[in-house]
């Protein structure tokens, strides 16, 4: 371990101690339901692909902790998103999670009906009120944005732009074809954690040698517990000394994510030189998901809160159409070394979760490499603190 009185400029680390949030924030039900108002109903959530809901009258059903969304392709081909609510008494409008509308969205309580746009054509009654005004009672709209062949949504209605909650900005990935690809292989799981220790996770690199010995293997700097050059205390001297133990991107002779680092196509055009070196760049919107664009394929990770102790994670795998058809290419195969480094997370998070049920740990002391995870646990205080002052 270096000695935190001597490193170089650009360093990356936490140079003083830090605390973890506190234990109960990712278990207390109460505290849950203050992050779900305060963070998930206001920030992006993706949802799909758009060509998941290709045809006009397409929708699906979006659930995000106890608030049910309808995301629609309407019959004019656009995109809208409402909350499954009829403006009558509340009624559940749709209640099959896939379907087609190639009609009205119609309440099968009391047949009030509403057009593609959300806007009210009908309400049954034997006498229509002289102050009754359709048009002030169409559907609770929802924030939508479509980038770059991705689809999200937000409750707030008066969201930012999607890429202003991108830690890049979405210009991370933009080399990368993402409109052109396709989902080939698709992954989901429940995993018995809070949704925060899954992003504390991903923002770490200490656990990466015991809990990622094959991915370590892959890519050197995590082998060092490093995401980055900049992690290393003294990262300018070892770069300039071509130190292989402190090389970026992946081990050498290898060019993306898969079991034996070759890729399954040739790689995308439009790759920079240094796309091409690092071999995974990301692409970061929290709480939501995470892209990875690799030098053959995109990746796509979100998740979804269920609990204060359980969360969904998905993931899809993303290829060029023409790679999809070559003879024999198998995408769940492929798929399967970045599946399996997942699932070594969703364990780590799962150990994490287990650990914290302990009435003696109020909080935790945060490493120097752990820069990231205090940047993501300051995030969440500020998004409650926010929140608060809204009110």
């Not at 830690?167 to 933009?174: E, K, N």
């Not at 899954?198 to 517990?225: A, M, Q, T």
């Not at 939501?288 to 796509?300: K, L, N, Q, S």
């Not at 009435?359 to 205080?381: D, K, N, P, S």
Request: hydrophobic content about 35%; some cysteine.
């Amino acid at each position: 371990m270096s000695n935190m009185s001597t490193f170089q400029e650009g360093y990356s680390g936490l140079t003083e101690g830090r605390e973890s949030l506190p234990s109960t924030w990712y278990r207390d039900a109460d505290h849950y339901q203050r992050e779900l108002r305060a963070i998930w109903y206001r920030q992006w959530m993706y949802v799909d692909r758009v060509d998941s809901l290709p045809d006009p009258g397409n929708y699906r059903i979006v659930q995000i902790g106890d608030q049910s969304i309808i995301v629609l392709r309407g019959n004019d081909g656009v995109f809208r998103a409402f909350h499954n609510t009829c403006r009558h008494r509340g009624a559940e409008l749709l209640s099959e999670p896939y379907g087609n509308l190639p009609g009205n969205i119609a309440c099968p309580y009391h047949g009030w009906s509403y057009d593609h746009c959300g806007d009210l054509l009908r309400a049954p009654s034997n006498f229509r009120q002289t102050d009754f005004e359709e048009e002030a009672l169409g559907l609770y709209p929802v924030a939508i944005e479509v980038w770059r062949g991705f689809l999200f949504i937000n409750l707030r209605p008066d969201a930012q732009p999607l890429t202003e909650g991108m830690d890049c900005g979405g210009q991370a990935l933009a080399n990368w074809p993402l409109e052109g690809v396709v989902v080939g292989h698709e992954y989901r799981e429940e995993i018995a954690c809070n949704w925060k220790l899954f992003w504390e996770n991903f923002s770490e690199c200490l656990h990466c040698p015991g809990i990622h010995p094959e991915l370590s293997d892959l890519v050197p700097l995590y082998k060092r517990r490093m995401m980055e050059v900049q992690d290393d205390p003294l990262w300018q001297q070892h770069q300039a000394e071509g130190n292989p133990r402190y090389r970026p991107g992946l081990r050498e002779g290898s060019a993306t994510w898969s079991a034996d680092g070759q890729p399954c196509d040739t790689p995308f055009s439009g790759l920079s030189p240094e796309d091409l070196a690092r071999g995974h760049t990301y692409e970061v919107s929290w709480p939501t998901a995470f892209m990875v664009g690799h030098v053959d394929y995109v990746r796509i990770v979100w998740l979804r809160p269920l609990s204060p102790v359980k969360t969904e994670l998905c993931a899809q795998w993303l290829f060029r159409p023409e790679t999809l058809e070559i003879p024999h290419f198998n995408p769940a195969e492929f798929a399967h070394y970045a599946e399996m480094v997942l699932g070594q997370d969703a364990r780590a998070a799962e150990m994490n979760q287990r650990g914290l049920s302990s009435i003696a740990h109020q909080t935790g002391r945060l490493m120097a490499e752990e820069y990231e995870v205090h940047a993501f646990q300051e995030w969440v205080r500020a998004q409650l603190a926010q929140a608060e002052e809204s009110l």
